[in-house]
Nanobody, 123 residues
Framework: QVQLVESGGGLVQPGGSLRLSCAAS????????MAWFRQAPGKEREFVAG????????QYAASVKGRFAISRDNAKSTVYLQMNSLNSEDSAVYYC????????????????WGQGTQVIVSV
């Protein structure tokens, strides 16, 4: 089992930045592929960014590429999402996810999920 706890969400103005954190406990963090997803009201959960076990492999959704950056610190069992140039379309609940075996952009590939942290981009 892996327990995931997100933090760092909040209210930010358009053009601003936030950094989300996801602390993991339980199963060895460094053995897991990690990702961030988000879900806006009335919409399906969508992939935002993902990283391999070492943190060297990175994937981004087209909508965030160039603005968001995923990283991980295996010594701290934590994955981060740096979000810059935020706009209203980035408003959503952001979820951290872990996979034991694979990584990719689909929800079904991930075994463990956090409870989510709310991000609201508004004036």
């Amino acid at each position: 089992q892996v327990q995931l706890v997100e933090s760092g969400g909040g209210l930010v103005q358009p053009g601003g930045s936030l950094r989300l954190s996801c602390a993991a406990s339980g199963r060895t963090f460094s053995n897991c592929y990690m990702a961030w997803f988000r879900q806006a009201p009335g919409k399906e959960r969508e992939f935002v960014a993902g990283t391999t076990r070492t943190g060297l492999g990175l994937q981004y959704a087209a909508s965030v590429k160039g603005r968001f950056a995923i990283s991980r610190d295996n010594a701290k069992s934590t994955v981060y999402l740096q979000m810059n140039s935020l706009n209203s379309e980035d408003s959503a609940v952001y979820y951290c996810a872990a996979s034991r075996t694979t990584w990719g952009p689909t929800v079904s590939e991930y075994d463990y999920w956090g409870q989510g942290t709310q991000v609201i981009v508004s004036v």
